[in-house]
């Protein structure tokens, strides 16, 4: 798997080591302390298997308005969403190295970064949706959290489906059924609210900085870079604009017509196969893409180039939700 593969497993074995060392029995117990509510960008630090990951605080914001959008009266009419529940966020894309250090597979094409090889600290890309929603579970696995998806029908090795070195437009992964508990605080994929939240920060922009100083795109890299590179935004969230176009967990479909509060995206009968929502556009991306309202999609079982993810997890307890089951898979 390469020299940086190796590195991680070495600081694997460095994580283990230090979870093994404990403090003396004879250190007095702490007394009671309050605990002090996160603040908007407040950080968890990363480990071999994850980004850090930054607080993103609930709140009302308005969502749509793209101005390149073709149909924006259906699907970028600005309304405004109330999100209740806080996160934490990924400050960047899940890398190549982190993902190999979890599952022990890297689905990346090697060539995915032009003339010059693709290091670790890259993000990881051709991760289908079902490859993400496995990660996601993994993680909260190796964590010790709760896992928000349970999968039904599955088929197929998560991370695999395309021969080494080449391109193909389909992993093999896909589940007949997934259950999200939305009570869950283990890590998940993000809604299509929960993302446009994150990007834009407390700014009402579709960009929170000038473009080139913020995000990889077609003019000013044309190829996968290394993570947090950028310009971060407010809550210290680098390239969710640009870099890797970030799977979401809606069905894409028209935007609601009047306020709403913790929104999920259903599908919609136009598709002759559902498809879910991809955000932020990526560095082989024309800069029109790289703004905080527009959106794209693909099937969720699709590998493409620069299509990569970040993953939040609920920050507390979770307000109750119904379950939420989703139709099946499309072949």
Known sequence: M????????????GATLAWQAGCGASAPAPGPRAEVPPAPGDAQPATPHRPALRFVPAGTFVRGG??????????????????????????????????????????????????????????????SWWDAVAFAN???????RPACYALQGCEGTPGTGCPDGSLCRFGEFQCAEITWDRACTGYRLPTDAEWAHAV????????????????????NAGALKPVGQRRPNAW??????????????????????????????????????????????????????ANAASRSWWNPRGRGEHIGFRLVRTAGASPASAPLTDPPATP
């Open 66 to 127: 793209d101005p390149h959008s073709t149909f924006p009266e259906r699907f970028d009419r600005t309304h405004t969403v109330t999100l209740t529940r806080p996160l934490w966020v990924m400050a960047t894309e899940v890398t190549r190295a982190q993902y190999a250090a979890l599952t022990g597979r890297s689905p990346a094409w090697p060539d995915g970064c032009g003339p010059s090889p693709c290091g670790p600290d890259v993000p990881v890309d051709r991760v």
């Open 236 to 289: 210290g969230l680098y390239d969710l604009l640009g870099n890797a176009t970030e799977w979401c967990w809606d069905w894409f479909g028209p935007y609601p017509d009047g306020a709403v509060t913790d929104p999920i995206g259903t599908p919609m009968a136009d598709f002759k196969e559902p498809v879910r929502v991809l955000r932020g556009g990526s560095a082989q991306n024309t800069p029109k893409w």
């Open 138 to 144: 993994a993680l909260s696995a190796q964590e010790g």
């Open 200 to 219: 834009r920060a407390g700014t009402t922009g579709v960009h929170y900085g000038p473009l080139d100083d913020i995000a990889w795109h077609a003019d």
């Open 2 to 13: 390469g020299r940086w593969a190796d590195g991680v497993a070495t600081l694997l074995v």
